[in-house]
Every structure is written in C-alpha cells, then in structure tokens.
C-alpha cells in the first residue's frame, strides 16, 4: 500500500472519529456510558428514542472506535471502547465538556427505568442458562 493511501485512510479515520462526536445524541450516549456498560433497552429509555434511531447512533459511535458491544443472549450492551489511548484521552475530554446538567433528563430517566427494570426482571431461557430480560 502506497503512503498516500495509508494517509488517506488514516483521514478517513480521523474524519469518522470527528462526525461520530459532532452530534448531541451521540454525546448523550458516550455521557450515560461514562458510567458503565447499558444494554440497548436502557439508552433507549435514558434517551425517550426509539430503538433503530439510538441503534443506529450506537453504530455509528461503534464505527469510530468509540464504543464497543458485547452480545448476551438476544441483547446487546454497549460500552466505551478504551483500547486506544488517544480515543480515550478524546472521550475523557469530549466527557469533561459535556455538563451535566445537558443529561441530567436523561440520567434520571436511566434511573427510573433501571428501578423498574430491577423490580419487574423477566427471566427467559436461552441456551442452557437463564438470562436477564432487557425489556423489564
């Protein structure tokens, strides 16, 4: 592969990273999973969307290298990706900047609807072991 086309891969990189910060969605996203892992289920409530609308922000955050998933049973739960440490060091600032008054709505929904998920936990068989609804 020629220089030019490693650097230009390297910009098509470096663009997707940016676009992947340049919505508030997004950042509401990498806001609530500064916390920890959240199943696709918990966003959604966190930020009163649809699914395909914060699945596809999801995938999005995930083809930059921002977010990883991890699939259990038939869910899918979502992380920061902090493998690359200068992806970390931009998430730990884009974090910073992000106040928290901006997703305190979204905090708070997270919260009910973990309570209640909690309260009302759905146990379905999958396989051989018995996994945690996500739709509580």
């Avoid at 340049?22 to 996203?29: A, F, G, H, P, Y």
């Avoid at 990498?30 to 999801?58: M, R, W, Y």
């Avoid at 977010?67 to 990706?81: N, P, T, V």
């Avoid at 998920?117 to 996500?134: D, L």
């Amino acid at each position: 592969m020629t220089e030019v086309a490693v650097q230009g891969r390297s910009m098509q990189k470096l663009i997707s990273l940016f676009k992947a910060l340049s919505d508030e969605t997004r950042l509401r996203i990498i806001k609530l999973l500064e916390n920890g892992e959240l199943c696709v289920c918990d966003i959604t409530a966190a930020l009163d969307l649809v699914q395909p609308k914060v699945s596809f922000h999801l995938n999005t955050l995930k083809g930059a290298g921002l977010i990883k998933d991890r699939k259990a049973g038939r869910w899918i739960h979502y992380s920061l990706e902090n493998a690359d440490m200068r992806k970390r060091f931009l998430l730990l600032t884009v974090m910073e900047g992000v106040s928290a008054d901006a997703v305190k709505n979204d905090q708070k929904r997270l919260e009910v609807f973990l309570k209640k998920k909690n309260t009302s936990v759905k146990i379905v068989s999958v396989g051989k072991s018995m996994k945690q609804c996500c739709g509580g």
